[in-house]
């Protein structure tokens, strides 16, 4: 190739976050991996470099059509970027809560299912809408003028066809509120009767019930007539006037249930989702069966099937049923919906089904969703921007993700991939090897040029690609066990099993085999057991790793010691917030219906506190300067100077996060390191077992062998570790294994194999073994 710009994309000068002055030239229609220990800056050259300067550019194009309207985003910190093209990025941002969301729906495999009811439905419903759970059915009657010569009135009707269920709104669960979680019917109001949080009666709550003319609220509630009750409860908005203020009334049920129910329930503050948890008990919805869909839309068939059966079924199962289909008017709609559905199978989904709500979708598995509707994409000389698309794949599925990767590649498009696994380094084109270590000591190209040649480089991955895990000669005895018995959660069938106590036990299987439903579903919500996942963690964009693990309170305190001033200075939610951005170091801006950007402060230049807060200092340090410290430094700095602080710290680094800074947003967090966040956040507490879900979620070749060293320590320890995963190196360092398949969806579901490492690899019975024994060299 020559160096010519529309064959290349040259960085020269990157220096976002810990990069520093990087030139790389990547070929283009290529497939780069880069690679590197865990915060050695890959993410910083790839998303917020590369990706980030596409996006910018792209944005600059419409702020001209709107002349100025938008924006204009901040120009990664490097000096050339030459040869770019339009950045397609598909992550593994877990797709919104939204309960009405759905595979489906997320994809265009619903809209085509719909399209295709509402011509060969029998009894015909109508336009596609009749077959939507999102639409309810609406009749209206009355009167209208007409113009017609002399006007004239005449009754007209109007009605729209939708496919909701109108019991529970499409969503397909229905609640139960436990009236006595609500209040205490043997006190008043005024007394504080309400148990809900935050309807106190010292606030508006207090003065509207008060006001309102319903009820007494001197009276205990017990006493309430029930027209009384009623009113209470449930009465409709009404508007009333309070102390000369015009206000709206609800009863409470339906203010709840617009305020705390319709809202995922994990989004939900944790005192408000105890609260939940204590008062509503979530069903299926009786009528329709938890299909979402009103009767009518059920009753509408295509030969034996409705459009509720279709959504349930395996994605697999519902590919062959629409080939079966071969009617000619709608030749064109059954091709595309097949081209989808088969693209589900290709990339490993093929045991979802349409009606699987969309946050229930692993890290891994909403990454593959979006691929889908970039595998049948006409665009070529497109650049694809990946983030650890192996995440949560089974070593059986992991040759399938790299015929994709190269498919999107042969298109003629640039493929970029970040990625720590071996089997998927080895299809590159092109090796960037960042670090040599994390955070500040990273942020360097160590290698760039072909696998073989990082294989011979002497760098921490080129010496680490070939590493291989070997089974223990000896394992641990368990000290007891915990019994699950008839587990039936998703696609599990009646799975009865003894997980051993005391041991590192592993539980694995192919993607979509039942290894979350198994433990999630039957062990994770015990008394004792601490399970860590990969969800998201709650908190606001202002938080991070300080106020996250409580780091930031003895910091705050001794600084305030040292200066002989109030704690909450030190606060960027508090009192020392720059008033400009209150604190967040961002302005963030509102696009509407495009998404929103965010440009740096430049009343604080992004250090989120007053210029006078900042005159404060902490062993020659103010306070902005000590959250941008890496883990690691801090243990050194303040291991002696600030006691308090010295254990979480210790937790952080032995958990593999010492390069990550103390104030770095928990939303730039992976999946991987907010789990093991959350792991060392935990592990002071008193729980005997710990249920961690795939930990080396984007860890290194050489931070999984720290891994399982830290694994090692927790259950010499005492604690018993529960580990669902995929890596062979996890594997053969477990005491038991349990495996599930022998394949995914309805295919799986089963114990096919429980036992010692080294049993399995003689035995050699299952996908897992067979895999784990090629990795052993057995």
Known sequence: MSADSHDWIRVHGARENNLKDVD???????????????????????????????????????????????????????????GLTTAIIVDQERMGANPRSTVGTV?????????????????????????????????????????????????????????????????????????????????????????????????WYGRIFSGCGFFDPTRPISTFTEAELH????????????????????????????????????????????????????????????????????????????????????????????????????APLLTALRLTLDSFVEI??????????????????????????????????VTYVFDEPTTGLHPHDIQRMNELLLRLRDKGNTVLVVEHKPEAIAIADHVV????????????????????????????????????????PSVRKPSGALEVRG????????????IPLGVLCVVTGVAGSGKSSLI??????????????????????????????????????????????????FSANSEGACPT??????????????????????????????????????????????????????????????????????RLADVGLGYISLGQPLTTLSGGERQRLKLATHMGDKGGVYVLDEPTTGLHLADVENLLGLLDRLVDSGKSVIVIEHHQAVMAHADWIIDLGPGAGHDGGKIVFEGTPADLVAARSTLTGEHLAAYVGR
């Open 581 to 650: 951005c209150n604190g967040a170091g961002v302005i963030y801006t509102d696009l509407g219906m495009m998404a929103g950007v965010a440009s740096t402060c430049e009343e604080c230049e992004g250090k989120r506190f007053q210029a006078a807060v900042l005159g404060y200092h902490l062993d020659g340090r103010d306070i902005s300067e000590v959250l941008a410290m890496p883990v690691s430094e801090a243990l050194e700095v303040f291991e002696e100077r600030i006691p308090a602080a010295r254990a979480i710290l210790t």
């Open 433 to 472: 090897d960042l670090g040599p270590l994390a955070g500040t000591a990273g942020g360097q190209v160590m290698f760039e040029g072909t696998v073989e040649g990082l294989r011979a480089s002497g760098t921490l991955t080129g010496r680490h690609l070939d590493d291989r895990a070997t089974v223990k």
């Open 107 to 203: 994809t265009d495999a619903n809209a085509m299912l719909r399209i295709l009811f509402s011509r060969l439905g029998d009894p015909h419903l109508g336009p596609p809408n009749a077959y939507s759970f999102n639409v309810a059915p609406v009749r209206v009657t009355g009167e209208v003028t007409v113009e017609r010569g002399n006007d004239t009135i005449v009754r007209e009707s109007f009605s729209r066809a939708g496919g909701m269920c109108t019991r529970c709104e499409g969503t397909g669960r229905v609640t139960d509120i436990d009236l006595s979680q609500l209040y205490d019917d043997s006190r008043s109001l005024a007394e504080g009767a309400l148990t809900i949080p935050g309807y106190s009666v010292d606030g």
């Open 348 to 381: 490993g989904l093929g045991y979802l089904s349409l009606d699987r709500a969309s946050g229930t979708l692993s890290g891994g598995e909403a990454q593959r969703v979006k691929m889908i509707r970039h595998l049948g994409s006409a665009l070529t000389d």
């Open 24 to 82: 790389i030239q990547l070929p283009k229609r290529r497939l780069t991996v880069f690679t590197g220990i865990s915060g050695s800056g890959k993410s910083s050259l790839v998303f917020a470099t590369i990706a980030a300067e596409s996006q910018r550019l792209i944005n600059e194009t419409y702020s001209a059509f709107v002349q100025g309207f938008m924006p204009a985003l901040a120009r990664p910190e490097v000096d050339v970027l030459e």
């Open 231 to 330: 009113d209470l409860l449930y009465k409709e908005p009404t508007k009333i006037k309070v102390d000369g203020v015009n206000l709206t009334y609800e009863g409470l049920i339906p203010k709840l249930q617009k305020s705390m129910l319709s809202k995922d329930k994990e989004a939900l503050q944790p005192h408000v989702r105890a609260f939940v948890e204590r008062a509503v008990t979530f069903a299926r919805c009786p009528e329709c069966e938890g299909t979402r869909l009103g009767a009518a839309a059920r009753s509408s068939r295509i030969g034996a099937i409705s459009i509720a059966d279709a959504c349930a079924m395996e994605i697999r199962d519902l590919a062959e049923w629409v080939r079966g289909l071969g009617e000619p008017s709608v």
């Open 520 to 569: 999630h579903g039957s062990v994770a919500k015990r008394d004792g057991v601490v399970a860590i996942d990969q969800g998201a963690i709650k908190g606001s964009r202002r938080s991070n790793p300080a106020t996250y693990t409580g780091l930031l309170d003895p910091i705050r305190k001794a600084f305030a010691k040292a200066n002989g001033v109030k704690p909450a200075l």
């Open 487 to 498: 587990a039936t959660r998703h696609n599990l069938r009646g799975v009865d099993v003894d």
